[in-house]
């Protein structure tokens, strides 16, 4: 229809011999040649679930391999929206693939749920929450969560998020507050530690908010993005849900919390990318683009 079309991520999915493809936990060391095969077979196994789903919607013949060469062949420009701060740009990417910075939402008209912010001022809290994961780990997730809060004394925010669990209670009294959402702009940087799945957006706001995140990954990107806190120094290993323990998470919290090198790490990341402006970098690229079709 002769619209134009820009290819964008939240993630580094562009090939690179740098690292291999955030979707697959293979490890840092992976020759290049392995790390753009990576890249590859991703899209093939996305390509390949989406083909008979497009079939019946569009008139011409949908190519075997997927249009992914446009992709590398330009002229783009395709978007990134995650800050080189966090991961660094590729240095073998095409000039028309941008890491651009993290894309912030506008302030949303939100006001806190009564007690809430009484809860806050009352002592440190940790935030435990796992936004649009709906799976049946969450329970088991969350009442782990629960005993090393017990075990340990501390005090939680839980956002049930879309899992819709409320978490339990006993021996907890008055040390938990369960809400269905928050801006995480807004409570992040009044808690202590994070524990979350480690998606793009959770990582980004607590990376803002210079708050330390501990990551138990579910799936697609989110082992990536523990990864990457962990090598940077801005958070302890991620968590894989085979080795989730009480002991486990009670250490990471310990971690998160009392290393004053990360906390240092963390602010110094955190005034960087408050002064970022990932979205307005991303418009004027696209405007130059644009200007270029006309």
């Not at 969350?142 to 879309?162: H, Q």
Request: net charge positive.
């Amino acid at each position: 229809m002769g619209i134009p079309a820009f290819a964008t991520s939240l993630q580094p999915l562009g090939r690179t011999g740098e690292h291999a493809n955030p979707l697959l936990s293979l490890p840092g060391w992976m020759p290049s040649v392995i790390n753009r095969f990576s890249y590859r077979l991703v899209e093939q196994v996305f390509w390949q679930v989406a083909r008979p789903l497009l079939r019946p919607h569009v008139r011409d013949r949908l190519p075997v391999w997927g249009h992914f060469h446009e992709l590398y062949e330009g002229p783009g420009p395709a978007l990134f929206a995650y800050s080189p701060l966090v991961s660094p740009q590729p240095r073998d990417w095409k000039p028309w693939m941008h890491a651009t910075g993290y894309w912030r939402a506008g302030p949303a008209d939100w006001q806190p749920p009564e007690g809430l912010e009484e809860f806050l001022a009352a002592g440190p809290a940790v935030c435990i929450g796992f936004g649009s994961m709906h799976s049946p780990r969450i329970a088991r997730i969350l009442d782990t969560a629960l005993d090393a809060l017990a075990r340990t004394g501390r005090r939680a925010v839980i956002l049930k998020g879309w899992s819709g669990y409320a978490g339990r209670r006993d021996g907890l009294d008055g040390n938990v507050f369960v809400t269905g959402d928050a801006p995480h702009d807004w409570l992040f940087p009044r808690v202590s530690a994070i524990v979350h799945h480690g998606g793009a957006g959770t990582t980004a706001a607590a990376l803002r908010a210079g708050v330390p995140s501990v990551i138990l990954p579910f799936f697609f990107d989110q082992g990536f993005w523990g990864q990457r806190l962990a090598a940077c120094g801005l958070g302890p290993a991620p968590i894989p849900f085979y080795r989730l323990s009480t002991a486990a998470l009670a250490r990471a919290l310990d971690t998160a919390e009392r290393s004053l090198d990360m906390r240092c790490r963390l602010q110094r990341l955190s005034a960087k990318l408050r002064r970022e402006d990932g979205v307005g970098r991303a418009v004027e690229i696209l405007e130059r683009a644009l200007e270029k079709v006309r």
